[in-house]
């Protein structure tokens, strides 16, 4: 190799002309992100010949002197090899050099030199004035024992993102001390490199981070990708087909003796609560299909059902009845009556606290105790048709008949709202709860992002004019958009595309509402004025009729199996606008209607 190559290789560049490019791509940065590759992965002798025998290096060498001196915790040194390599801003420069002066200091508390440490603080950490937080915690650190200075425990993970949160959780949250030099390579990879340059030091599996975000485009375009399972190839393109997608009737459940007009799936995804106009709630197991728990109290149709964030209680509200009927999940028995509103309540759900909320005609919203024996908070002037809350439980989404959604922080109570254009009988939310989808009254369901109140897409094809419908996201990663539909049909769309994949026409009557299991991404339910619930699945399950009576078998509800589950999603804690101001007479032959 000539000498000009060799300084070249030196500085991390390389005697390869910067023009030189394989399709879009400089040739050089391929090679570094693959000698990396070869060197994560144990192949150092190839990643070594690759790199002498093409002249270039994958770190610059202030860079790969920097690394040495951070990994060996020789903190003095790696203050001076910081002045060699490149960062971004001065902010990102400050930010690295004091977090390695702030582990100089830990190193001399840890031999117990406090005057040494002290004088750091006073000459270097004080004076950057930033992380005041962390320099008030270290400084403190000063009196105390050694025994008291935070190290660093074992950072192991399945996968790179979740050692990557770990890391920067332990290192970044509060000042720890990095004895063990794999830690302090984790260190420099996760919390100090985002704010070098990757010309001095590469981020951490750059080729692979590049082959993934490859991927989950591939996915993301994807229009029918429903699985966990399917692993990216690198040798052909990704592509599914329609046949991961559930469009299948695979039990038809005729226990309801009129039309079905609301349904949730559990939680933990192991029972399915559904609601009919024949005054019925049932509860079933969602592994059988077959019927756990038939609940009587109500004096008129249900038009909602909800389940506690903990699965061990199911609230229904129904047409007619002032009160919302709470339900011991595990015996199948009536626990009380809420009965707090002047009119029927036409809008309810749980917040992750397993508080409940309610809200009615009357322009009240209730916010009730855990016990249902009074009211935490109430809100006024707001008559809602239905709510929903964020998956943490911070926001309390209200749809209400003025053509707004209210935004309502549950700590402070404030309310933030949105004016629409047409009214709607909806709310659905999607798992991570950063979107919302709003059903409205002329046939369009408009996504929402939750954060900025902007309107970001709009679903269309289905008929949605005359009564109170709910559409839900589904599938792996919330990929679809599902609605029911007054055509006696199932819509599916592709949640990002925003393109019509399926009209799904089982039912003989109008689709009143559909919910997506929520740890199946190949299976959601659905109910129909022909008085029949209907699982859908992915094609190959024939259709099964299951019209049983309560098995003996199956009444074992697991109470509190999943009371520490995560709210993942909020669809089943949807309330239906079943409400018609004109009319609560139970004879209506339309009481689900809704009078525009």
Same mark, same amino acid.
């Given at each position: 190799?000539?000498?000009?190559?060799?300084?070249?290789? @030196?500085?991390?560049?390389?005697?390869?002309?910067?023009?030189?490019?394989?399709?879009?791509?400089?040739?050089?940065?391929?090679?570094?992100?693959?000698?990396?590759?070869?060197?994560?992965?144990?192949?150092?002798?190839?990643? $070594?010949?690759?790199?002498?025998?093409?002249?270039?290096?994958?770190?610059?060498?202030?860079?790969? $002197?920097?690394?040495?001196?951070?990994? @060996?915790?020789?903190?003095?040194? *790696?203050?001076?090899?910081?002045?060699?390599?490149?960062?971004?801003?001065?902010?990102?420069?400050?930010?690295?050099?004091?977090?390695?002066?702030?582990?100089?200091?830990?190193?001399?508390?840890?031999?117990?030199?406090?005057?040494?440490?002290?004088?750091?603080?006073?000459?270097?950490?004080?004076?950057?004035?930033?992380?005041?937080?962390?320099?008030?915690?270290?400084?403190?650190?000063?009196?105390?024992?050694? *025994?008291?200075?935070?190290?660093?425990?074992?950072?192991?993970?399945?996968?790179?993102?979740?050692?990557?949160?770990?890391?920067?959780?332990?290192?970044?949250?509060?000042?720890?001390?990095?004895?063990?030099?794999?830690?302090?390579?984790?260190?420099?990879?996760?919390?100090?490199?985002?704010?070098?340059?990757?010309? &001095?030091?590469?981020?951490?599996?750059?080729?692979?981070?590049?082959?993934?975000?490859?991927?989950?485009?591939?996915?993301?375009?994807?229009?029918?990708?429903?699985?966990?399972?399917?692993?990216?190839?690198?040798?052909?393109?990704?592509?599914?087909?329609?046949?991961?997608?559930?469009?299948?009737?695979?039990?038809?459940?005729?226990?309801?003796?009129?039309?079905?007009?609301?349904?949730?799936?559990?939680?933990?995804?192991?029972?399915?609560?559904?609601?009919?106009?024949?005054?019925?709630?049932?509860?079933?197991?969602?592994?059988?299909?077959?019927?756990?728990?038939?609940?009587?109290?109500?004096?008129? =149709?249900?038009?909602?059902?909800?389940?506690?964030?903990?699965?061990?209680?199911?609230?229904?509200?129904?047409?007619?009845?002032?009160?919302?009927?709470?339900?011991? @999940?595990?015996? =199948?028995?009536?626990?009380?009556?809420?009965?707090?509103?002047?009119?029927?309540?036409?809008?309810?759900?749980?917040?992750?606290?397993?508080?409940?909320?309610?809200?009615?005609?009357?322009?009240?919203?209730?916010?009730?105790?855990?016990?249902?024996?009074?009211?935490?908070?109430?809100?006024?002037?707001?008559?809602?048709?239905?709510?929903?809350?964020?998956?943490?439980?911070?926001?309390?989404?209200? @749809?209400?008949? $003025?053509?707004?959604?209210?935004?309502?922080?549950?700590?402070?109570?404030?309310?933030?709202?949105?004016?629409?254009?047409?009214?709607?009988?909806?709310?659905?939310?999607?798992?991570?709860?950063?979107?919302?989808?709003?059903?409205?009254?002329?046939?369009?369901?408009?996504?929402?992002?939750?954060?900025?109140?902007?309107?970001?897409?709009?679903?269309?094809?289905?008929?949605?004019?005359?009564?109170?419908?709910? *559409?839900?996201? =589904?599938?792996?990663?919330?990929?679809?958009?599902?609605?029911?539909?007054?055509?006696?049909?199932?819509?599916?769309?592709?949640? $990002?595309?925003?393109?019509?994949?399926?009209?799904?026409?089982?039912?003989?009557?109008?689709?009143?509402?559909? &919910?997506?299991?929520?740890?199946?991404?190949?299976?959601?339910?659905?109910?129909?004025?022909?008085?029949?619930?209907?699982?859908?699945?992915?094609?190959?399950?024939?259709?099964?009729?299951?019209?049983?009576?309560?098995?003996?078998?199956?009444?074992?509800?697991?109470?509190?199996?999943?009371?520490?589950?995560?709210?993942?999603?909020?669809?089943? &804690?949807?309330?239906?606008?079943?409400?018609?101001?004109?009319?609560?007479?139970?004879?209506?032959?339309?009481?689900?209607?809704?009078?525009?």
């Amino acid at each position: 190799m000539s000498k000009q190559g060799r300084d070249a290789s @030196a500085n991390g560049v390389s005697s390869l002309d910067h023009v030189d490019r394989i399709g879009s791509f400089a040739k050089l940065e391929m090679l570094r992100v693959v000698a990396q590759m070869l060197h994560e992965n144990g192949l150092r002798s190839s990643a $070594q010949h690759l790199q002498s025998a093409v002249g270039f290096s994958c770190e610059s060498t202030p860079g790969q $002197q920097f690394r040495q001196v951070v990994v @060996a915790g020789d903190w003095s040194a *790696a203050v001076d090899a910081a002045q060699n390599i490149h960062f971004p801003s001065k902010q990102s420069k400050a930010k690295v050099v004091y977090l390695l002066e702030e582990q100089h200091v830990l190193q001399l508390l840890l031999t117990n030199d406090k005057v040494g440490a002290l004088k750091l603080i006073r000459r270097h950490l004080t004076p950057a004035a930033i992380f005041k937080d962390r320099l008030r915690t270290i400084s403190g650190l000063v009196m105390q024992p050694v *025994a008291a200075i935070p190290i660093s425990t074992s950072w192991t993970a399945e996968t790179e993102d979740d050692l990557r949160a770990q890391v920067t959780t332990t290192a970044v949250e509060s000042p720890v001390a990095l004895q063990d030099t794999q830690h302090r390579q984790l260190w420099l990879d996760y919390v100090l490199q985002p704010d070098i340059s990757s010309d &001095d030091v590469m981020p951490p599996g750059r080729l692979v981070t590049l082959l993934e975000q490859a991927a989950t485009l591939q996915r993301q375009a994807c229009l029918y990708h429903n699985t966990h399972g399917s692993q990216p190839s690198l040798l052909q393109d990704h592509k599914c087909t329609r046949d991961g997608v559930p469009r299948t009737v695979s039990h038809v459940l005729t226990n309801h003796t009129d039309e079905v007009w609301c349904l949730a799936f559990s939680h933990s995804g192991r029972y399915l609560a559904t609601g009919s106009k024949d005054k019925r709630v049932i509860i079933w197991s969602a592994d059988s299909f077959q019927q756990v728990h038939e609940l009587h109290g109500h004096g008129s =149709g249900i038009t909602c059902v909800a389940w506690s964030a903990n699965d061990q209680t199911v609230v229904s509200i129904s047409e007619a009845d002032s009160y919302a009927n709470v339900w011991d @999940a595990q015996g =199948g028995i009536s626990v009380t009556k809420v009965d707090f509103h002047s009119r029927p309540p036409t809008a309810i759900c749980f917040l992750p606290d397993n508080r409940l909320v309610t809200g009615a005609p009357d322009a009240l919203i209730a916010l009730h105790t855990t016990r249902f024996d009074g009211q935490d908070h109430v809100w006024d002037d707001i008559m809602s048709s239905d709510m929903v809350t964020t998956p943490n439980g911070n926001t309390l989404i209200v @749809a209400c008949h $003025q053509r707004k959604i209210h935004f309502i922080s549950t700590s402070t109570y404030v309310d933030e709202s949105i004016q629409l254009a047409q009214r709607m009988s909806s709310l659905s939310i999607a798992q991570d709860g950063g979107v919302l989808l709003a059903s409205m009254l002329n046939s369009t369901i408009i996504a929402i992002d939750v954060e900025t109140k902007v309107v970001l897409h709009t679903y269309e094809g289905h008929i949605h004019k005359r009564f109170s419908l709910r *559409a839900c996201f =589904g599938g792996f990663n919330d990929s679809f958009v599902i609605s029911a539909s007054e055509d006696n049909s199932i819509y599916l769309w592709s949640r $990002q595309q925003r393109l019509p994949l399926e009209k799904l026409q089982e039912h003989d009557g109008a689709v009143n509402q559909v &919910d997506w299991h929520p740890r199946n991404p190949e299976v959601f339910a659905s109910v129909s004025d022909d008085k029949t619930v209907r699982i859908w699945g992915t094609v190959g399950r024939g259709a099964v009729t299951t019209n049983m009576a309560a098995d003996a078998n199956l009444g074992e509800y697991p109470h509190n199996r999943y009371e520490n589950d995560s709210k993942e999603t909020t669809d089943e &804690d949807q309330s239906d606008d079943d409400y018609d101001e004109d009319s609560s007479d139970d004879s209506s032959d339309a009481p689900n209607e809704i009078d525009v």
